[in-house]
């Protein structure tokens, strides 16, 4: 919000908040002042994401009627990612913590959310969605959720996440 208030356009990684109150205020303060505010998602910029897109938009597989993605992840490696929170002066994995991710939604799952809107081209009509704590009920982030969207045009994206699948230790 500095930067809008001094006139400066300003460019941030996702999330651009992590509740909509404060993502709400980034966005009035930019309208406010006539700035930029542009929020980077770096798989928009992967190959795998860039091909998928080329194939749907030449038309190679046709119009989308449904996505299926599910992604199951080990535990978001404990012992890595730690920052000193400047409050409590303790060491904690960002992930972890609301008020550093948000949710697994917005540090995780959103970039699969973007890939998936970069493709159907149409808002959403319906959304449906559960999840939490189901594992590590210690954390303040969710370890497993689910979704449904309905989109205006007649596509729909099912997901699923599930950060304690067995696989990868470090």
Not at 107 to 130: D, G, N
């Amino acid at each position: 919000l500095a930067a809008l208030r001094a006139g400066k356009d300003v460019v941030l990684e996702k999330p651009m908040a992590t509740n909509y109150i404060d993502a709400r205020d980034v966005q009035r303060e930019a309208t406010r002042k006539g700035r930029i505010v542009a929020v980077c998602m770096q798989r928009h910029y992967a190959r795998m994401d860039a091909m998928l897109r080329h194939a749907i938009d030449s038309g190679l597989i046709g119009d989308v009627r449904l996505i299926t993605s599910s992604q199951f992840r080990s535990d978001w490696l404990p012992g890595s990612r730690r920052y000193t929170d400047p409050e409590t002066h303790k060491k904690a994995n960002w992930r972890l913590l609301k008020k550093t991710a948000g949710s697994v939604n917005q540090e995780f799952c959103v970039h699969e959310y973007a890939m998936v809107c970069s493709v159907v081209k149409s808002p959403f009509a319906r959304l449906f969605a559960t999840g939490g704590a189901a594992h590590y009920t210690d954390r303040e982030t969710e370890d497993v959720l689910a979704l449904i969207v309905d989109f205006a045009n007649g596509a729909r994206f099912n997901y699923s996440f599930c950060c304690f699948a067995p696989g990868e230790r470090r």
